[in-house]
T-cell receptor, first 116, second 111 residues
Framework: GAVVSQHPSRVICKSGTSVKIECRSLDFQATTMFWYRQFPKQSLMLMATSNEGSKATYEQGVEKDKFLINHASLTLSTLTVTSAHPEDSSFYICSANLQGFEETQYFGPGTRLLVL | EDQVTQSPEALRLQEGESSSLNCSYTVSGLRGLFWYRQDPGKGPEFLFT???AGEEKEKERLKATLTKKESFLHITAPKPEDSATYLCAVPRGSTLGRLYFGRGTQLTVWP
């Protein structure tokens, strides 16, 4: 099956610093990837749609200047949390789908971010 | 506004005790309903996609069904390894990958 990886799996940073999270599709090309955030005991909340070669589309309420998304190739999307604050601490998960099989999303293992 | 509501929030079953999880939705023009399994600290794992009322899909001890207003995930003779959070989701907008998730049902199966 299709595999999506994320790096790092967990990161701890100081308040005010920036953190980059990578999402890779390992055995397929993904023109579109998605970024979700999940707080403890909560469900996944869609943050943005990442499109290869173009600007990301952000969901309402998500600050695009704080959560920078770059989809530089068909297998890599990155999410940068800029000037992170403790309230940004969360579980960040990306997903991707196979072209022609857009109904099935393959999720990465997630990145646990803790901002001190 | 599209809504996805899952119940119960938590369910504890003894091994072998069958039960069902519910996902009710209010979506105009449903283009699919998805079930995922999520283990603690992991990303969701795809289980099923259902497209039309009356459709059923099975995988091992799991069977998903769909009506015009809700979906059920039936678990037959569960085992401890079935313990996880089960999430349902529907697409939002025109992009299939943009999913609106319910809050999930946390299932615990004890021996």
């Amino acid at each position: 099956g299709a595999v999506v990886s994320q790096h790092p799996s967990r990161v701890i940073c100081k308040s005010g610093t920036s953190v980059k999270i990578e999402c890779r599709s390992l055995d397929f090309q993904a023109t579109t990837m998605f970024w979700y955030r999940q707080f403890p005991k909560q469900s996944l909340m869609l943050m943005a749609t990442s499109n290869e070669g173009s600007k990301a589309t952000y969901e309402q309420g998500v600050e695009k200047d704080k959560f920078l998304i770059n989809h530089a190739s068909l297998t890599l999307s990155t999410l940068t949390v800029t000037s992170a604050h403790p309230e940004d601490s969360s579980f960040y998960i990306c997903s991707a789908n196979l072209q022609g099989f857009e109904e099935t999303q393959y999720f990465g293992p997630g990145t646990r971010l803790l901002v001190l | 506004e599209d809504q996805v509501t899952q119940s119960p929030e938590a369910l504890r079953l003894q091994e072998g005790e069958s039960s069902s999880l519910n996902c009710s939705y209010t979506v105009s023009g449903l283009r699919g309903l998805f079930w995922y399994r999520q283990d603690p600290g992991k990303g969701p794992e795809f289980l099923f996609t259902l497209y039309s009322a009356g459709e059923e899909k099975e995988k091992e001890r799991l069977k998903a069904t769909l009506t015009k207003k809700e979906s059920f995930l039936h678990i037959t003779a569960p085992k401890p390894e079935d313990s996880a959070t089960y999430l349902c989701a529907v697409p939002r907008g025109s992009t299939l990958g943009r999913l609106y998730f319910g809050r999930g049902t946390q299932l615990t199966v004890w021996p």
